[in-house]
């Protein structure tokens, strides 16, 4: 015996409501039924009229005989609404619709909107457009068995104020200052938005004696930074006090009125909601006081002193938040240049490696970059010279991540070796990584196919590798430099960002922006342990020295660490430039 349930069509939706978004558009929400009448909500059916029985517009000439319609119908797939979390919401902003030629609604009009749930259950729809056509026949009545949830009322529209941003973040600068960040308003309610209110306090309800909101900065012309889903203003608050914890909220303003404070972030899949934006200006501890350092031994003699113990008061002051840990640094006195090994070995013997490089080979990867096809047995030189062209991937134009390096060939009966010596006061450099994914070998390693190399060793070999130190007390210098390649003799515009390893990317920098400004970006980040320095030079070429332009920005970056082993490797993201 066989069951069936029965269905029915779904009952109205819920939570239906309508608010005027400006001089031609009214938003409607809705939620979904509380019954689906035993089948799955396919869509839902939006019908908006100047009549409150949705029935002013004239009818089509392509329909004989028809009933007037509404002045607006669509219908939503849920398939279009999969992902998104209820009230649903859907801008009305044409009367006409569907038609060739829609209107666009007029400031002052007066809107009744209805929305319904339909599933997969028949309804008679041709009973809304169609009257008897023979002499005689009643009239058939309106046979609509769809259930409407409808606003309950009428909505006019007018001019609004704007809506508030979608979101407001802050990033610490420095000490003194906090970086506002936030999108413009999704409507402007119809009127040019004229500027932003950007608030600020130490109360989170903006409430402390010291506010005074017709102080805040009234802002009309901000600085924009596109970014993947849009874009955001910026705006720099000054002047603030280190230490202390200021709550900022932004909203729009134009001639109609200001909108709702905008004043934190929607949770997203990696971060939770912020209800309200704060940001404690904070800098670097200035340094510890009372430094000493008392070595093991009193005696005088040939023995090596191999320990000490140091002691320190508190700095003056912690920059503004608690001292989280204390950074100790001690290096030799002697220069030590970095050493690193790539060995490759085949257990059938050296000449197994002997295939030219259309048919064996490997490639070496560093900080992200790699070099060509290198032929498994080259030369001392060739290998410098792969080495020495690794280009940046994050660069803009031509940046090449090794500068300068020497290296030796040796030979074994089973293979190569490349010892690699880093130039200059680099100290600890990061280290090479080898692709063996083209290595082959003459034999085939015994195996079935020129693939199969399990008897090929390929690596940097740690056991001849010589961590590199740079001589006493330097400081490790890093350059930014920012180019325009093109034939036209102009300096690159846009946006770009530092990326150290471990760290987010630093807030957006425009090229040609104060050294300052790129201090202050690479000292918000964690894994810049130690204070730096950067200084700016324009870059010109010969026919830029005689136009009088500037073909880009060279920043260098000198860092206090002393020891090296805290200076990060330092990249530009240069994808909006």
């Given at each position: 015996m066989?069951?069936?349930?029965?269905?029915?069509?779904?009952?109205?939706?819920?939570?239906?409501?309508?608010?005027?978004?400006?001089?031609?558009?009214?938003l409607l929400a809705w939620a979904p039924p509380i019954e689906d009448g035993g089948a799955a909500v396919?869509?839902?059916?939006?019908?908006?009229?100047?009549?409150?029985?949705?029935?002013?517009?004239?009818?089509?000439?392509?329909?004989?005989?028809?009933?007037?319609?509404?002045?607006?119908?669509?219908?939503?797939?849920?398939?279009?609404?999969?992902?998104?979390?209820?009230?649903?919401?859907?801008?009305?902003?044409?009367?006409?619709?569907?038609?060739?030629?829609?209107s666009a609604i007029q400031n002052g009009t007066r809107l009744?909107?209805?929305?319904?749930?339909?599933?997969?259950?028949?309804?008679?729809?041709?009973?809304?457009?169609?009257?008897?056509?023979?002499?005689?026949?009643?009239?058939?009545?309106?046979?609509?068995?769809?259930?409407?949830?409808?606003?309950?009322?009428?909505?006019?529209?007018?001019?609004?104020?704007?809506?508030?941003?979608?979101?407001?973040?802050?990033?610490i600068l420095s000490g003194t200052e906090l970086l506002v960040e936030f999108p413009g308003s999704a409507s402007s309610g119809g009127s040019t938005i004229t500027n932003y209110d950007i608030a600020f306090d130490t109360s989170s309800s903006f409430e402390s004696s010291e506010?005074?909101?017709?102080?805040?900065?009234?802002?009309?012309s901000l600085t924009t930074i596109p970014i993947p889903t849009g874009s955001v203003y910026v705006y720099n608050l000054t002047e603030l006090s280190t230490g202390t914890a200021y709550y900022v909220r932004v909203r729009a303003r134009s001639s109609v009125g200001a909108s709702v404070w905008a004043t934190g972030e929607a949770a997203t899949s990696s971060s939770p909601a912020v209800s309200v934006s704060v940001g404690v200006p904070h800098t670097f501890p200035s340094a510890p006081m009372n430094v000493q350092v008392f070595t093991h031994t009193t005696e005088v003699g040939s023995r090596p002193v191999d320990a000490a113990t140091l002691r320190w008061n508190d700095p003056i002051s912690n920059g503004g938040i608690a001292i989280s840990s204390y950074l100790v640094e001690w290096w030799s006195a002697a220069q030590q240049p970095e050493v690193q090994r790539i060995a490759i070995e085949s257990e059938q013997g050296r000449a197994d490696l002997l295939m030219s490089v259309t048919e064996a080979a490997f490639k070496v990867r560093y900080l992200g970059g790699s070099t060509a096809a290198i032929p498994q047995h080259a030369t001392a030189a060739d290998m410098r010279s792969f080495l020495m062209r690794i280009e940046d991937p994050f660069a803009t134009g031509p940046s090449y991540l090794i500068q300068h390096v020497e290296v030796t060939r040796g030979v074994t009966p089973t293979g190569y070796f490349w010892d690699i010596t880093f130039i200059g006061d680099q100290g600890d450099v990061p280290k090479l990584v080898v692709d063996r994914t083209e290595v082959r070998s003459l034999s085939n390693c015994g195996m079935s196919g020129a693939n199969q190399t399990e008897c090929i060793t390929l690596a940097v070999d740690p056991r001849h590798n010589v961590n590199g130190q740079r001589r006493a007390g330097s400081s490790a210098i890093q350059t930014i430099e920012l180019t325009?390649?093109?034939?036209?003799?102009?300096?690159?515009?846009?946006?770009?960002?530092?990326?150290?390893?471990?760290?987010?990317?630093?807030?957006?920098?425009?090229?040609?922006?104060?050294?300052?400004?790129?201090?202050?970006?690479?000292?918000?980040?964690?894994?810049?342990?130690?204070?730096?320095?950067?200084?700016?030079?324009?870059?010109?070429?010969?026919?830029?020295?005689?136009?009088?332009?500037?073909?880009?920005?060279?920043?260098?970056?000198?860092?206090?660490?002393?020891?090296?082993?805290?200076?990060?490797?330092?990249?530009?993201?240069?994808?909006?430039?």
């Amino acid at each position: 015996m066989s069951t069936e349930v029965a269905r029915e069509v779904p009952q109205p939706p819920t939570m239906v409501s309508a608010s005027v978004l400006s001089d031609s558009e009214v938003l409607l929400a809705w939620a979904p039924p509380i019954e689906d009448g035993g089948a799955a909500v396919l869509r839902y059916r939006i019908e908006w009229d100047t009549s409150d029985d949705f029935r002013s517009l004239a009818v089509p000439s392509s329909i004989p005989a028809g009933k007037p319609m509404p002045a607006g119908v669509v219908v939503i797939e849920m398939t279009s609404l999969a992902g998104q979390a209820p009230p649903y919401r859907y801008t009305i902003s044409q009367l006409n619709v569907p038609s060739p030629t829609p209107s666009a609604i007029q400031n002052g009009t007066r809107l009744f909107v209805r929305v319904c749930a339909e599933n997969d259950v028949p309804f008679d729809s041709n009973s809304q457009w169609l009257e008897p056509t023979y002499s005689g026949a009643p009239a058939l009545s309106w046979q609509d068995n769809r259930n409407w949830g409808s606003i309950g009322h009428s909505v006019t529209t007018a001019f609004q104020p704007p809506s508030a941003p979608a979101f407001v973040r802050v990033t610490i600068l420095s000490g003194t200052e906090l970086l506002v960040e936030f999108p413009g308003s999704a409507s402007s309610g119809g009127s040019t938005i004229t500027n932003y209110d950007i608030a600020f306090d130490t109360s989170s309800s903006f409430e402390s004696s010291e506010y005074d909101e017709s102080a805040s900065p009234t802002v009309a012309s901000l600085t924009t930074i596109p970014i993947p889903t849009g874009s955001v203003y910026v705006y720099n608050l000054t002047e603030l006090s280190t230490g202390t914890a200021y709550y900022v909220r932004v909203r729009a303003r134009s001639s109609v009125g200001a909108s709702v404070w905008a004043t934190g972030e929607a949770a997203t899949s990696s971060s939770p909601a912020v209800s309200v934006s704060v940001g404690v200006p904070h800098t670097f501890p200035s340094a510890p006081m009372n430094v000493q350092v008392f070595t093991h031994t009193t005696e005088v003699g040939s023995r090596p002193v191999d320990a000490a113990t140091l002691r320190w008061n508190d700095p003056i002051s912690n920059g503004g938040i608690a001292i989280s840990s204390y950074l100790v640094e001690w290096w030799s006195a002697a220069q030590q240049p970095e050493v690193q090994r790539i060995a490759i070995e085949s257990e059938q013997g050296r000449a197994d490696l002997l295939m030219s490089v259309t048919e064996a080979a490997f490639k070496v990867r560093y900080l992200g970059g790699s070099t060509a096809a290198i032929p498994q047995h080259a030369t001392a030189a060739d290998m410098r010279s792969f080495l020495m062209r690794i280009e940046d991937p994050f660069a803009t134009g031509p940046s090449y991540l090794i500068q300068h390096v020497e290296v030796t060939r040796g030979v074994t009966p089973t293979g190569y070796f490349w010892d690699i010596t880093f130039i200059g006061d680099q100290g600890d450099v990061p280290k090479l990584v080898v692709d063996r994914t083209e290595v082959r070998s003459l034999s085939n390693c015994g195996m079935s196919g020129a693939n199969q190399t399990e008897c090929i060793t390929l690596a940097v070999d740690p056991r001849h590798n010589v961590n590199g130190q740079r001589r006493a007390g330097s400081s490790a210098i890093q350059t930014i430099e920012l180019t325009d390649n093109s034939p036209s003799d102009s300096s690159p515009t846009g946006f770009f960002r530092l990326r150290v390893d471990g760290s987010l990317p630093s807030v957006y920098l425009k090229p040609g922006c104060s050294p300052l400004e790129v201090q202050k970006a690479l000292a918000r980040m964690p894994t810049v342990r130690a204070p730096v320095h950067v200084s700016l030079e324009s870059i010109f070429t010969d026919s830029a020295v005689e136009s009088g332009l500037t073909d880009g920005y060279r920043y260098t970056v000198t860092y206090s660490s002393l020891s090296g082993r805290f200076v990060p490797n330092l990249r530009v993201d240069g994808n909006l430039l």
